[in-house]
């Protein structure tokens, strides 16, 4: 099994809301990822857990907040976004840390922020 | 620098015919290298994988690629293309030094019949 679950799929907010992205795995691997996808682009790294501890956080705002309570959990919360930030938010997970780690990605939450 | 380059931002091929696409890194490590597809509005799918070993690699869904060093190289194949590998394919590229990995900047396969 290589799935990678995220909740919710599609998710509307205000500028000043706070909502939070879940991500779920259960294939044991130790190492979950947050990616920014916008249209026609790759996915830019946002951050990497290893051990559940961040071990990357390639400057990315402060609004958006990660968290990984257990090794299959990986939470992404939102606070005081801005429209430029909607895009589709991927999860991945690897066994290791990349890049020997081959990511398995969920299928995304689209975000719109209005 | 390190740098991932897909040549192709768009390709058209007719339903049945073969397909390459192309990837070429930038890398003084042997690197790690992957194919990814994205179906509209989708994640990504793990497409096929090389590490080491034989240089050419079988995937799912009917794809190989082949790893040239000499030409920095891991393109993707398919000798049939159907309708519905319609999608975006991204190569992927690691190494261990300074553990980096990148994205290429995607190529986008549209299929006519």
């Known amino acids: 099994d290589t799935e990678v679950t995220q909740t919710p799929k599609h998710l509307v907010m205000g500028m000043t809301n706070k909502k939070s992205l879940k991500c779920e795995q259960h294939m044991g691997h130790r190492a979950m990822y947050w990616y920014k996808q916008k249209a026609k682009k790759p996915p830019e790294l946002m951050f990497v857990?290893?051990?559940?501890?961040?071990?990357i956080n390639e400057s990315v705002p402060s609004r958006f907040s990660p968290e990984c309570p257990n090794s299959s959990l990986l939470n992404l919360h939102l606070h005081a976004l801005q429209p430029e930030d909607s895009a589709l938010y991927l999860c991945?997970?690897?066994?290791?840390?990349?890049?020997?780690?081959?990511?398995?990605f969920g299928p995304g939450t689209r975000l719109l922020v209005l | 620098a390190q740098s991932v380059t897909q040549p192709d931002i768009h390709i058209t091929v007719s339903e049945g015919a073969s397909l390459e696409l192309r990837c070429n890194y930038s890398y003084g490590a042997t690197p790690y290298l992957f194919w990814y597809v994205q179906s509209p509005g989708q994640g990504l799918q793990l497409l096929l994988k090389y590490f080491s070993g034989d240089t050419l690699v079988q995937g799912i869904k009917g794809f190989e690629a082949e790893f040239k060093r000499s030409q920095s190289s891991f393109n993707l194949r398919k000798p049939s293309v159907h309708w519905s590998d319609a999608a975006e394919y991204f190569c992927?590229?690691?190494?261990?030094?300074?553990?980096?990995?990148?994205f290429g900047t995607g190529t986008s396969l549209t299929v006519i019949p």
């Open positions: 857990y290893s051990y559940e501890k961040l071990s």
């Open positions: 992927a590229v690691g190494a261990d030094t300074g553990n980096q990995f990148y």
């Open positions: 991945a997970s690897s066994q290791e840390r990349q890049p020997r780690g081959t990511q398995y």
